[in-house]
């Protein structure tokens, strides 16, 4: 499967952003999903993770009650809503895909994704 991240940008603080992540080549529905994200100079960090069918969802705690991770597997597209943004936001998102027969885990391991996307920049200014 072939994932592309979009909907990153520059935007306030206390602003939202969507981060779509498309996907191409495999149905998107074979698949756990998951958000990581990197800032500069510190090591990619787990964000939200979502089962196969949108059943479960998973959040890091730096971003429950603000963030939504969201899929609509017929347009096989992942998504990423987020809210009350703040300056410790900012990195890079990725969305990552890890195939699993289990309709019901959600992954929040990197090693545990076998695709990644290319990243989209999400610059929060104070």
């Known amino acids: 499967v072939q994932l592309q991240a979009s909907g990153g940008g520059l935007v306030q603080a206390g602003g939202s952003l969507r981060l779509s992540c498309a996907a191409s080549r495999r149905a998107l529905s074979s698949y756990a999903m998951g958000w990581f994200r990197q800032a500069p100079g510190k090591e990619r960090q787990f964000v939200s993770a979502?089962?196969?069918?949108?059943?479960?969802?998973y959040y890091t705690d730096s971003v429950k009650g603000r963030f939504t991770i969201s899929r609509d597997n017929a347009k096989n597209t992942v998504y990423l809503q987020m809210n009350s943004l703040k300056p410790e936001d900012t990195a890079v998102y990725y969305c990552?895909?890890?195939?699993?027969?289990?309709?019901?885990?959600?992954?929040?391991?990197?090693?545990?994704?076998?695709?990644w996307g290319r990243g989209t920049q999400v610059t929060v200014s104070s």
């Open positions: 979502i089962s196969r069918w949108g059943g479960k969802t």
């Open positions: 990552a895909a890890g195939p699993t027969s289990n309709i019901d885990v959600v992954v929040t391991e990197g090693n545990q994704y076998d695709y």
